[in-house]
């Protein structure tokens, strides 16, 4: 990777879900349309995201680069006729909406990492990480006619499971908005 030439790094290490993305999207808007941008992250979670939200907004996901524990995202921005509107998939439904289904024992997908999951997630949650997600579609394909609600921090990432779920087949897929980060209800914890 030592003769690849990119027209503008971005520092993300040390952020998590969503800024790595936030900043990415700030960082695009600033390129012309053909320039290419290298994201430095360290969070795990961002291998996902950033390449889904890559093809969510058309730009081209170039790929990825571990080097040690940073993870080099690499993005080419497209011209504008080539690019589409970022997009959210549709069906949302707020924590108190959630939580008022909870005694009817929904199915809850949390998309975030272990580390999130074990220090407090809504009981009853089963946890598949965004990043794990495609592996584990067959363990997941009994959901697919029921409705399926799926939390994350913020409703980024779970917004990106509930795109990719509908596309594999999930015809009940719930955003949870705004997630975790403003979760009042039961909470477990496994640590």
């Known amino acids: 990777m030592e003769n690849l030439t990119v027209d503008k790094t971005i520092d993300c290490t040390g952020l998590s879900c969503p800024m790595p993305v936030v900043r990415t999207k700030k960082a695009m808007d600033a390129l012309q349309a053909g320039q290419v941008l290298e994201v430095l992250a360290t969070d ?9 939200w890559a093809h969510r907004t058309g730009h081209q996901f170039i790929g990825t680069v571990e080097d040690g ?29 959630l939580a ?14 272990p580390a999130e999951y074990a220090f407090g997630h809504i009981p009853g949650a089963k946890s598949v990480p965004l990043g794990e997600l495609e592996r584990r579609l067959e363990e997941l394909r009994p959901y697919a006619e029921q409705v399926v609600y ?42």
């Not at 596309?167 to 209800?185: C, D, I, L, Q, Y």
Request: hydrophobic residues 35%; contains cysteine; aromatic residues 6%.
């Open 100 to 113: 008022a289904e909870l005694g009817n024992q929904p199915v809850i997908l949390d998309v975030r990492e």
């Open 44 to 52: 795990p979670g961002s291998v996902t995201d950033i390449k889904s």
């Open 150 to 191: 799926v939390v994350c921090r913020t409703g980024h990432r779970s917004d990106m499971a509930c795109q990719w779920l509908s596309e594999h087949g999930f015809r009940h897929v719930k955003n949870v908005v705004p997630g975790m980060s403003a979760w009042t209800g039961p909470v477990e914890r496994e640590v």
């Open 69 to 97: 524990k940073v993870f080099k995202h690499y993005i080419r921005k497209v011209n504008p006729d080539e690019a589409k509107p970022e997009r959210r998939h549709p069906h949302v439904v707020s924590n108190a909406e």
